[in-house]
């Protein structure tokens, strides 16, 4: 059973709307969680991460929420950008093992 | 320029000739990884190395092999492939000890087993 989810396999935005991604949890030792994009051929890149000690971070356009006690995630990109157009998948760690569960992805197209 | 490295980027083969997917970093990182992606299912690790000589199983180890002989190398390994193995692979590579870290990524190599 996965124990990271992304229930949305896609979502369409509008260039300047926010876009929301969102991902569940189950395992509740998990307590990192990270947000990588991927571009088709290519590798996932690194976007943004959170601690379980944070309800939220920001950096620039991203800002990822969490909510420990429903054991949800979510990205927000504000304003969205076609560049933003890509997966996005979303990851959780447990400190002990520093092993990585990634969800199923988010495919995002933001049109012009 | 920092990266990870892998090869061949795609690959076509027939069920049961062996094969070898390389994977090479540049970081100095200890901590390597390989990972499937498959549509719907994410990335599953398939093995990890915390260090030289140190391998480990990851969720879906099953048919696959790795060594870790030198700290930028980590091949992959499919001694008999079959078909349920055709997915993208992606090798990755961290520093570990620092707590929680964000992986990088290679490029992927997409196999095709027939």
């Known amino acids: 059973d996965q124990q990271v989810k992304q229930n949305s396999p896609s979502l369409s935005v509008q260039e300047g709307r926010i876009s929301i991604l969102n991902c569940d949890y189950t395992?509740?030792?998990?307590?990192?969680f990270l947000w990588y994009k991927k571009y088709p051929a290519e590798g996932p890149t690194f976007l943004i991460s959170?601690?379980?000690?944070?309800d939220k971070n920001e950096d620039g356009r991203f800002t990822v929420f969490l909510n420990k006690s429903a054991k949800h995630l979510s990205l927000h990109i504000v304003p969205s950008q076609p560049g933003d157009s890509a997966v996005y998948f979303c990851?959780?760690?447990?400190?002990?093992?520093?092993?990585?569960?990634f969800g199923g992805g988010t495919r995002l197209m933001v049109k012009p | 320029e920092a990266q990870v490295t892998q090869n061949p980027r795609y690959l076509i083969t027939v069920t049961g000739k062996k094969l070898t997917v390389t994977c090479s970093q540049n970081?100095?990182?200890?901590?390597m990884s390989w990972y499937r992606q498959d549509p719907g299912l994410g990335l599953r690790q398939i093995y990890y190395?915390?260090?030289?000589?140190?391998?480990d199983k990851g969720d879906v180890p099953e048919g696959y092999k790795v060594s870790r002989k030198e700290k930028r190398n980590f091949p992959l390994i499919l001694e008999s492939p079959s078909p349920n193995q055709t997915s993208l692979y992606f090798c990755?590579?961290?520093?570990?000890?620092?707590?929680?870290?964000?992986?990088?990524f290679g490029n992927g190599t997409r196999l095709t087993v027939t």
């Open positions: 990755a590579s961290k520093l570990p000890g620092q707590g929680p870290s964000p992986l990088h």
């Open positions: 395992n509740s030792m998990f307590d990192y």
């Open positions: 959170i601690s379980s000690i944070k």
């Open positions: 990851a959780a760690s447990a400190r002990v093992g520093n092993m990585l569960t």
């Open positions: 970081m100095n990182h200890e901590y």
């Open positions: 190395s915390m260090n030289v000589e140190v391998t």
